[in-house]
């Protein structure tokens, strides 16, 4: 007797189950639980190193800035003199210094007084334009270069201008950058 197709029926590729998938190793599932982690902590580390460095170059940023606003204010306050109100002049004097400026505007007070009291003559100066030219964040120590306006007035006078250039040199205090120095520097003669 033959067999028939109908005897054993042919068998079609959706009646086959499909072939087990190959056992993974324990080394290898190992292996690429390993990559993922050390890509991971790659990940984290970079920006964590990026983070640090952009908190590193903000402080500084914001150290620089606070130096430059305090010794802006504080040349236009020394260079200024209310001459109807010559104590709180000084005193603002004083408080925009430190160290051996500020020991120097203290001693000198009383003679500062004298003089602006027989002349008469009041300042006010303003900062025009202010550059850092050294910073160094670990030591608390600034050094700036400032153009100042200066108008003089004089009772019975018209107002007159002055330009003057300065180098500062700041501390930070606990009050802030105050000005340890301050240098008049000589005009250009070309």
Known sequence: M???AQDHPATSDDDRDPPSPRPRSRAGTACWALVAAAALFLGWACWQFWDLRQGADQDMARDRDRAVVAAKQQIAELNSMDAKRIDQSLQRWQDSSTGALHEELK???????????????????TVSDAALTALDRRTGSARIIATVRIEITRPGAAPTVQRKRFDAALTRTAAGWKLKSLTALPANTQ
């Open 2 to 4: 033959t067999e028939t």
């Open 107 to 125: 001693r000198t007070r009383a003679d500062s007084r004298q003089k602006i009291q027989r002349a008469g003559t009041g300042a006010t100066g």
